[in-house]
């Protein structure tokens, strides 16, 4: 009999558009999966408490995830502010890659664009 669902929302936002959505994530084994993503007012988040919850290790996607509700990205960044945008706003060179934060608006160089170590605070 499997245990009880762990589940979470967290904040992110759109690099494209600037406009905030919850992933929802559960937890399966020690990994998290992002499942669910949809858009929501940033004081409606707060009051929820959902830019409170953290999460430690590795965020897959499910295959049914839809990816950024705003622009469809279904990657992520997470910045030095350790908060998580979307990855629609990622700059491709070729050597590397940029980006700038929609929360904070640093420009971040991304030199490995497919792997993340994802650990929680401050979403």
């Not at 994530?25 to 940033?42: H, K, L, M, S, Y």
């Not at 502010?81 to 990855?87: L, Q, R, T």
Request: aromatic letters at 8%.
């Amino acid at each position: 009999m499997a245990g009880p669902l762990n589940a979470k929302v967290i904040m992110a936002k759109c690099s494209s558009t600037n406009k905030a959505f919850g992933i929802r994530i559960e937890q399966r084994g020690r990994d998290w999966v992002r499942t669910w993503a949809f858009p929501i007012d940033e004081r409606k988040a707060k009051r929820e408490g959902f830019d409170a919850n953290t999460v430690s290790g590795s965020m897959d996607a499910d295959d049914e995830y839809p990816g950024c509700p705003h622009c469809g990205s279904d990657g992520f960044v997470q910045c030095g502010c350790e908060k998580i945008g979307c990855a629609g706003g990622v700059r491709d060179h070729g050597d590397h890659a940029d980006y700038t934060c929609p929360w904070c608006g640093e420009d971040i160089e991304l030199e490995d664009v497919s792997s993340f170590d994802v650990k929680g605070g401050g979403f």
